[in-house]
């Protein structure tokens, strides 16, 4: 079998991977000194796009277009790039055994890569309803959405069930993304989640009611308070019927499952600390083992904002933390100091015509302000989060740039409130004067 050598090894071939290749070239890294070993066949790409435009029914999105680093509008890394500035791509390659003693990883073929860095951005696998052996869930045509081959997958039961109905397991980001683009392609949409409302690890009932209310007025069923404990299929094996927890029945063509991720750190069990579901690292991303690095999903590091130790899965951190991490490790070797990642958590979605923002910390009490009636065309409305008389967080829908800027001043600087009342008067006013 095969052994490679390489001074630096990214393991996943995510967001954070792309965003880490950029920055070591940026650092001036040298030809044949990294290489980026990803399971997927496809170079490093914008997640996101893939329940946006890429199932858009028109104007849909395909690579190369969303190649990282074109999220954060930067330049679009093609995989020829990755040639020219030295980066091995080493794509259709499954880790099945990390060695962090010996330094070297073993590919399921059995090739080994050593390293002498490594960074571990592997992100995080979809939780499947077969995990938990709901009866039926292995069915034809129930799909998950993480990668490319997933959403490729998804495309084609659109195409070969047109018009059809379509039930969306779960009502957090990808369920409400999801419901949004099923809905563009002429399908009948039902949402069944069992929370009180959708996207409640961020949401309060007031935002959770304008987006059920607009989903509603866009004619998407919602179905609360019961969960999905199994499934028919048809005789072709495709899934025709969905079975809810309350007696329902609802017939489908097509469920999608979003029910939210899992950090893929099983290689490095017992061999790196763990913390809160992570890998524990510090603010350069440094894990209990000096020369790995862990970032995006799997990283579990101090948030310095709130003098707490924290996971976040959001591309945001992915990109900005993978980032650190390369200037950090570069730092190191040259003897010189970067400051701590002190990162303002920051979470954003996109659907039918709406775009909100979040920036800060959602715990304390809520102040909702603007008019979030779902009827109003452009609404504009948002949240305050008021802890310790400070405003630890903000969010906006339809905010322009300037004020989706000032929202995320608001959650860094966390202004005192002398009076919710006047809070809620001011509203928007309030960040834009901070």
């Known amino acids: 079998m095969a052994e490679k050598s390489f001074k630096y090894v990214i393991v996943g071939g995510g967001v954070a991977a792309g965003y880490a290749a950029r920055e070591f070239a ?103 309803l077969t995990d938990f052996g709901v009866q039926g869930a292995d069915a034809g045509n129930i799909l998950y959405l993480r990668d490319i081959d997933d959403a490729d997958k998804l495309i084609n039961a659109i195409k070969a069930k047109k018009n059809g109905k379509c039930v969306i397991v779960g009502g957090g980001y990808i369920g409400l993304e999801l419901s949004a683009v099923m809905k563009m392609n002429n399908f009948d949409v039902t949402m069944v989640y069992p929370e009180p409302w959708c996207m409640p690890r961020l949401f309060t009932a007031g935002l ?7 989903y509603a007025n866009k ?18 094996g495709d899934v025709k019927e969905v079975k809810l927890k309350d007696g329902r029945v609802l017939e489908s063509d097509i469920v999608v499952v979003g029910v939210g991720g899992r950090p893929l750190i099983t290689l490095f069990k017992g061999q790196l600390e763990e913390e809160k579901g992570g890998i524990k690292t510090d603010g350069f991303f440094k894990t209990s083992n000096p020369d790995v690095y862990a970032v ?33 490790i570069k730092a190191s070797e040259e003897g010189k100091f970067i400051e701590e990642y002190d990162y303002l958590p920051y979470f954003y979605s996109r659907s039918f015509d709406l775009s909100w923002q979040f920036y800060g910390d959602n715990v304390g009490e809520t102040i909702l302000f603007g008019d ?9 409305f948002g949240t305050y989060w008021i802890k310790d008389g400070k405003v630890v967080g903000a969010f906006l829908e339809n905010g322009t740039p300037e004020e989706n800027k000032a929202i995320a001043k608001v959650a860094r600087v966390q202004p005192p409130v002398e009076s919710l009342e006047q809070l809620k008067a001011e509203g928007l006013a309030f960040a834009s004067k901070i």
């Not at 040298?30 to 066949?41: D, F, H, N, V």
């Not at 799997?298 to 996971?311: D, H, M, Q, S």
Request: glycine share 10%; with cysteine; net charge positive.
């Open 372 to 380: 979030n009636n779902p009827v109003v065309p452009k609404a504009k």
């Open 296 to 328: 995006g999903d799997v990283a579990t590091f101090p948030l310095k904002l709130y003098n707490e130790i924290r996971r976040v899965e959001h591309v945001d951190h992915a990109r900005k933390s993978a980032e650190q991490a390369v200037k950090a």
């Open 208 to 214: 959770a009611a304008f987006y059920e209310g607009y």
């Open 219 to 236: 004619g998407i069923n919602i179905i609360k308070g019961t969960v999905a404990t199994g499934f028919t299929a048809d005789a072709t």
């Open 26 to 128: 940026r650092q001036g890294v040298k030809p044949g000194e990294l290489a980026i070993i990803s399971k997927e066949a496809v170079a490093p790409y914008e997640r996101p796009a893939l329940s946006k435009a890429y199932l858009f029914p028109e104007g849909f999105a395909r690579l190369p277009g969303f190649h990282v680093c074109v999220g954060s509008g930067g330049e679009r890394l093609l995989p020829e790039w990755y040639r020219e500035n030295g980066i091995e791509l080493i794509l259709g390659t499954e880790i099945v055994k990390a060695d962090l003693a010996g330094k070297a990883l073993i590919s399921a073929a059995g090739d080994a890569f050593k390293y002498q860095t490594l960074i571990i951005a592997t992100g995080s696998s979809v939780i499947r």
